[in-house]
Structure formats: C-alpha cells, structure tokens
C-alpha cells in the first residue's frame, strides 16, 4: 500500500469533510455536531470508540506496538469575512486556525488504515480531541486514557507560515510555554496630598513593571527566548486619592521548562523585594497554563524517514511564541507535532491562524492523510 496513492483518491472526500466542518464550527467543548459525524464513521469502518466528552479516542488493529495520532476538533469565537461557498454558516464562529483540515485530514487517515487494517503490525489510536483552543481538551483526553498503552504520538497543524504541501519539521522545541499571573499590590490609601501618611501602591506597581521587564534583558541568557508581558493594570478611580491597591495581569511564554521556572522564581523575588522596599503587601498567583511543544528529536528523524520514503516533500519550520496543548501529550510519550504547509499566495491563502480570512489550501490536505497513514504503517513494521 502507498499511503500518497491511496490519501490521493480520496482527496475529494477529504475536501468536502474539511467543507462541512467549516460551514459548521463549534467552540471548545461544544463539538456535539463534529464528534457525532466522526463517530460514525469511525463505527462504520470498524473502530472501537470510547466517548471522553465531545472528544473520541477510536482503536483498530492489535500488537506490540500502539502509535496514536492526533487530531483537535474546535473553532474559534471570530466572524469569517471569507467569501467562499462553504463559509461558516453560524454567526460569530469560524474555524479559522485550520481544525476542520485536521479532522477531515484524520479521517482520511481513519478510512484508508481501516482498509487496509491487515497491513499495519500494531494497534494504531485515533485522538479525536475537544478544546485545543484555550481549554487544554488534551488534558481531558489524556484524564480518560488516551495515552494508554501508547508508545508515540504524532499531530498535525496546517501552518500557514510555510508553502504550500510541504511538511515541516522541527526537532526539540517547537512551541512556546506559556502561563498568566496576576497580582495585587496592596499599601494604604490615604488624600492625594499627603503621600507621606500613605504607602501609595501606584509607584510600587511601577517600580514592579519596570523590574519585570529586566528579567528577559538581564536574567535569561541572550541565547535563549523568553516573553513577560504586562497586560492590565488597574488602580484608583479619583484625582485626589490615594488608592488601596493596584491589580495586575500578564502572561509569560518561554522555550524550555528552566527557562520557564527561571521566570517565575523573578517574578516571585521582584514583588517580594519591591513590595517590601516599601513597606507594602502582595499577592501573587503564576499559573503554568501550557507547556512547551517539545519534539522528541528521534521521533523528528523518524517523520523524516518516513516522508523521504514516500517521496512527500518536507523541510524545517520556524519555532513559534505560540502555545499548543498538544504539549501534555508529548510530556508523556515521545513524539512529535508536525506541520503542513496551506500558505498559497496564487490562490490568496495568506491570512494567519486567527484572522477572520485565514483559509487553508484545501488541495494539499491529502498529503496531510498520506503522512499520517505512512507515519502508522511504519512505526509498526
Ligand atoms: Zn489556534
Ligand atoms: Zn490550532
């Protein structure tokens, strides 16, 4: 069996599948309608499916060797502007980071090793999953067995940052860590013009920013990659006051998980130490939301094999500051999470993931199918 040969005939049927989701696109944990028509199929072509939620992890086949693959089924709160036949048909939603490709793409997949079932040496798990956007669906999953028994895990994303029909990838780590804090700097209110018998907690939240920002410029290494961002303060309400308290928020993104911990040990040490120059009170909370997208480098050489194999063209693709939840699956099985280049300047697919035109070129998501079938069949030969 080829896998190209075979994602190839079925290509059509892979469009449209992509089609009806999109016209149909639901937020995290309401993927009632998606998971439903996957069910189905999945049950019509021999799968043995358990239900965690909106989400489905669907077996075939049996062995030594259990590889799973990966696909997230949510949409995102944005209005398409697109002007296309199958534009979203429900106000206010848009698949508009590609997980309608994803699940049509696994899909293909799901048909064609159901086919071919006696070819593949092994038990091959379909992970059809809720929730990538914002809701760590991969969590859930992984709570109700998805991992089980499960030596390697692969998962695509449609990138637009890279050509169109080619596979990218990326060694080590590919998508940033990202986590949020929030803190309350609390001194003692008092009259505007009498700092003196105040701690006025406006300066000290100031002095706080500033220093924050000193630990991507002084702490972590220039080598490496780090982000703190201070995204809302807020304080006070009249001219003449001295307000109680100031409260923050912000999130942090990192590579590696030091680099990561490195952050939040300054985070921690730049209230404590600021907060206490001045005689003031805090409370802080850092919350680690998603890990680092960290690829096993020999499951990364192994996707390559695998694609030189069948002729499917790939390369490298750049890291990104964006976070992943498919991170947790990778932080108990060894893996990789793989790209598929939809970026079509011809055809106009130019807009990135999240904007109210991003569109994927639907004609290379055959491709998509093909490496995840190849990926299977060869992992457990
Ligand atoms: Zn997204
Ligand atoms: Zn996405």
């Not at 793409?105 to 956007?133: C, D, S, T, Y």
């Not at 990326?170 to 804090?181: D, K, L, V």
């Not at 976070?323 to 939809?342: H, N, R, S, W």
Request: glycine letters at 10%; charged letters at 25%.
């Amino acid at each position: 069996m080829n896998p190209v040969e075979e994602a190839l005939k079925i290509k059509e049927q892979i469009i449209s599948w992509r089609r009806d989701f999109h016209m149909y696109p639901e937020l995290k944990y309401e993927e009632e309608r998606t998971s439903k028509i996957v069910e189905e199929h999945l049950r019509e072509w021999g799968y043995r499916v358990k239900r965690v939620g909106t989400g489905i992890i669907a077996d075939i086949g049996e062995g030594e060797k259990t590889i799973a693959l990966r696909a997230d089924m949510d949409a995102l709160p944005i209005q398409e502007e697109n002007d296309v036949p199958y534009k979203s048909r429900i106000p206010g939603k848009m698949h508009a980071c590609g997980h309608d490709a994803h699940t049509a793409m696994l899909l293909g997949a799901a048909k064609i090793i159901a086919e071919h079932a006696e070819e593949f040496n092994g038990r091959v798990r379909l992970i059809f999953q809720p929730a990538e956007e914002g809701g760590n669906g991969a969590v859930k999953m992984i709570e109700g067995g998805a991992l089980e028994g499960v030596d390697a895990i692969f998962g695509f994303h449609v990138w637009i940052d890279l050509p169109s029909g080619i596979i990218g990838i990326q060694e080590g780590p590919f998508m940033a860590g990202a986590g949020i804090f929030s803190a309350r700097i609390t001194g003692r209110g008092g009259h505007g013009a009498s700092p003196h018998q105040t701690v006025d907690p406006i300066p000290i939240s100031a002095e706080t920013i500033l220093a924050l920002q000193t630990i991507v410029s002084r702490n972590v290494s220039p080598i490496e990659t780090g982000v703190v961002s201070v995204t809302a303060v807020h304080a006070g309400t009249a001219f003449n006051v001295i307000p109680e308290e100031v409260e923050m928020k912000g999130t942090i993104r990192f590579f590696k998980p030091e680099i990561g911990d490195l952050i939040q040990r300054r985070i921690r040490e730049i209230f404590r130490g600021v907060a206490m120059a001045h005689g003031a009170s805090y409370e802080l909370s850092i919350e680690e939301l998603v890990p680092p997208t960290i690829n096993d480098a020999e499951m990364a050489r192994f996707a390559r094999r695998v694609a030189e194999k069948y002729g499917i063209r790939h390369g490298g693709v750049e890291p990104t500051m964006g976070a992943e939840d498919f991170a947790f699956y990778l932080q108990k099985v060894p893996g990789a999470f793989l790209t598929l280049g939809i970026r079509n300047e011809e055809k106009g697919i130019i807009h990135p993931h999240h904007h109210p035109r991003f569109d994927v070129d639907e004609d290379v998501l055959y491709l998509g199918t093909a490496m995840e079938v190849a990926l299977a069949l060869e992992f457990l030969r």
